[in-house]
């Protein structure tokens, strides 16, 4: 995936008043506080922890990485949301933040498209579909023909109601009309878990979770839920591949990027985003995200804003065609 190598001008802020504008130019004057809506630990955590430490090095400030967990990770980017809009508080977000959670959660504490400042998606990735080693399938096709034969033990785990992981279950059922029962566990590690000792035979991961698993031979990786093949599973095909087109529309490509709370100046945006698009082509930081198996993804604040609107829609639309109910 190409980074976008836009550059930007940084004067002309004369429409702000002289004291923000000053410590706009000065900005940052103090350290940055990263908000991960996740534990710590996980692989979103270590993906922002990278990119912290790289951030840091560019705009010569501490970046704080500070971990909210909760509510599928509401609970973090409200509280960047409510930040004051001075560039000291940015949120770690990703797809279930902005696209997926407001559908499935029926007191969303605040409005994706209205509350947030988008600056940069950081890195896309995609679920893959894997099975346990020991069902007898080595495509998509034959795992469609394995659970219409088998009904009763075809199922898929996911990470719990309403993550990527089981919408991505819910929608191959529309896709293919197999009969998968959805199990939910808390968290995908315990579902992945679950998955390799062979108590569920399928599941929707992403690459940097389930990797070890595919080398050690444990599960089988049967296609990627993305329109591109994944560099670090060259030889999986992607759904439209393996015979199931559909996906790409529905929202196939996830993400983590980088938001702030609403009525960051124009100003400051454009210089948060020429620094963060500048850590994107940093060979530490592309070894980093190549190590966990993700791609790159840069875009222009207004690109990104127009993307997060898109993709609030194509997930509401999956979340209604799966008949999840607000909780």
Same mark, same amino acid.
């Given at each position: ?63 704080? $990485? ?28 990703? +797809? ?20 947030? +400042? ?29 659970? &219409? ?23 191959? &059922?529309?896709? /293919? ?8 566990? &808390? ?48 030889? $999986? ?49 592309? @070894?980093?995200?190549? /190590?966990?198996?993700?791609? =790159?993804?840069?875009?222009? =604040? ?16 999956? $979340? &209604? ?5 607000? @909780?």
């Amino acid at each position: 995936m190409n980074i976008n190598r836009r550059s930007f001008a940084l004067g002309g802020a004369a429409l702000f008043l002289p004291g923000l504008a000053a410590a706009q130019q000065g900005w940052p004057q103090k350290p940055v506080r990263l908000i991960v809506p996740f534990s710590a630990g996980g692989p979103s955590d270590v993906l922002a922890r990278a990119f912290a430490r790289n951030f840091s090095d560019a705009i010569g400030q501490p970046v704080v $990485v500070e971990n909210r967990a909760g509510a599928g990770g509401a609970i973090g980017i409200d509280a960047a949301a409510k930040a004051a809009p001075d560039g000291y508080t940015l949120g770690f977000a990703h +797809t279930g933040t902005t696209a997926i959670n407001p559908h499935v959660m029926a007191k969303h504490p605040y409005d994706p498209l209205a509350d947030l +400042t988008p600056i940069t998606p950081i890195v896309s990735y995609a679920n893959v579909l894997v099975v346990n080693a020991d069902i007898p399938v080595r495509t998509v096709a034959d795992f469609v023909a394995w659970a &219409k034969a088998n009904p009763r033990q075809a199922s898929f785990a996911s990470g719990g109601t309403g993550a990527s992981n089981h919408l991505a279950g819910e929608l191959l &059922k529309v896709l /293919t009309g197999a009969p998968l029962t959805h199990i939910p566990y &808390k968290g995908s590690g315990p579902a992945m878990t679950d998955v390799v000792g062979g108590t569920v035979p399928a599941m929707f991961d992403i690459p940097v979770t389930l990797l070890p698993h595919v080398r050690s031979g444990r599960i089988r990786p049967l296609a990627i839920l993305s329109p591109r093949r994944s560099s670090v599973l060259p030889d $999986v095909p992607t759904l439209r591949e393996a015979g199931y087109p559909g996906f790409e529309e529905a929202g196939s490509d996830l993400w983590f990027g980088l938001v702030g709370p609403a009525g960051l100046p124009q100003a400051l945006l454009e210089r948060m985003h020429a620094e963060t698009a500048a850590v994107l082509r940093r060979p530490e930081m592309l @070894e980093s995200i190549k /190590t966990m198996g993700y791609e =790159p993804w840069v875009m222009s =604040p207004q690109e990104f804003r127009a993307f997060i609107r898109n993709d609030h829609s194509k997930w509401g639309k999956v $979340v &209604k065609a799966a008949g999840l109910k607000q @909780e």
